[in-house]
């Protein structure tokens, strides 16, 4: 196995900066989930890596050796593609084995790894059949299968599961969790999906307009987020955003008065929808319902803040659009007002300008 380096890669195509100086290291062994909207850069630095695409700037090591003009066959990894890229015209067995024939392995090597790799990925019933007699699940696990099977240093996998139904998605980013465990193969995974990336990384690399944002353990990005984006970016549903004024050091909730960071006059407040709680008037703020969805688990609120006097007048709570997590059994009309208070312990805080995280207040 090995590790991967990346140190300052710049991507130009004509006037477009694909990629601004992005630097990432993937420890030996590890799962790294690269997340992002479509056009962030994920899949170009994928290629770059894979030696697809040549860099504009910086450079890419594997196992500790400069992989600049070192062609893709000769940099020891394997690529999983969004659309399979199986061979039609093959058999299973020989889908699977196709990397290991190119590189001239024997037959005995090529049997053993073949029947292992197919083992991992439970497909030995289907090593007979062509990907036309295959589920779109199953041929996924093929072209998974053929990668592992040559034992590479390096797994990079672009989308894999993006084709399959979420039901189908689930199973297998299940099976290919354990499956990559157990290779123990250092693995580069790109997705736009945060449940995946969630689910599947040891560590989250976020990356937004070419460069990344944060790289931090799926917990630690959820709980700290670095910027507003990756706090939008990452929950489902997402973060809720209140930009507000500091008054004496504090911003003003309904009835409650939250300590701000030091030294803001103005701060953007942060908070997940499962972090908000039915309140009384006393102890929490407003907030109108607008949409009811009963979700079975829990029922979402989608509405606004309902601010009252002067806040009302001076719009304290710009985008004060609200999505809440609340039990099954509440499910107010539309138009209903009820209360709710935050988790003080889980709150975010956000520079205005920047979108940079602040540092909570003690």
């Known amino acids: 196995m090995a590790a991967i380096v990346i140190e300052q890669v710049g991507m130009r195509f004509g ?6 100086g992005v630097s990432l290291t993937v420890a030996d062994g590890e799962l790294v989930a690269l997340l992002g909207p479509s056009g962030c850069g994920k899949t170009t630095l994928l290629r770059i890596i894979a030696g697809l695409q040549t860099e504009t700037s910086g450079r890419v090591l ?20 969004q659309n399979y890229a199986v061979f039609p015209h093959m058999k299973v067995r020989d889908n699977v084995a196709f990397g290991l024939r190119m590189t001239g392995a ?60 979420a039901l189908l998605r689930l199973e297998m980013r299940a099976d290919l969790k354990t499956v990559l465990q157990e290779a123990g193969t250092t693995t580069l995974y790109v997705t736009h999906d945060q449940t995946e990336a969630m689910g599947l990384a040891d560590r989250i690399a976020v990356m937004a307009q070419g460069r990344i944002e944060q790289v931090a353990s799926p917990s630690d990005i959820y709980r700290w987020p670095a910027t507003r984006f990756v706090a939008g970016f990452l929950g489902s549903p997402p973060m809720n ?15 409650l008065r939250l300590s701000a960071p030091a030294g803001a006059a103005r701060v953007v407040l942060g908070m997940r929808p499962e972090d908000l709680a039915p309140a009384t008037e006393r102890d929490g703020f407003a907030f109108k319902a607008q949409v009811t969805e009963p979700l079975g688990s829990h029922t979402l609120l989608t509405g606004q803040v309902a601010l009252t006097g002067q806040a009302a007048l001076t719009g304290q709570a710009a985008g ?7 039990p099954p059994d509440l499910r107010p009309a539309p138009g209903s007002v009820l209360f709710l208070r935050p988790h003080m312990d889980r709150l975010s805080w956000f520079d205005p300008a920047s979108g940079a995280a602040l540092e909570s207040p003690a």
């Open 106 to 165: 024997d037959a005995g090597r090529i049997a053993r790894q073949v029947a292992r790799a197919t083992a991992l990925l439970h497909i030995e019933p289907l090593l007979d059949r062509y990907p036309a007699q295959l589920s779109g699940g199953q041929r996924q696990r093929v072209a998974v299968a053929r990668a592992l099977a040559v034992e590479p240093a390096v797994m990079l996998m672009d989308e894999p599961l993006s084709n399959l139904d």
């Open 15 to 20: 006037g477009t900066v694909a990629l601004d």
């Open 62 to 81: 594997i196992g500790g050796r400069d992989m600049t003009g070192v062609p893709p066959r000769r940099r020891g990894l394997a690529m999983v593609f």
């Open 320 to 326: 004060g659009l609200l999505r809440v997590m609340v």
């Open 241 to 255: 955003f209140l930009a507000l004024p500091v008054t004496e050091g504090a911003v003003a909730l309904g009835s």
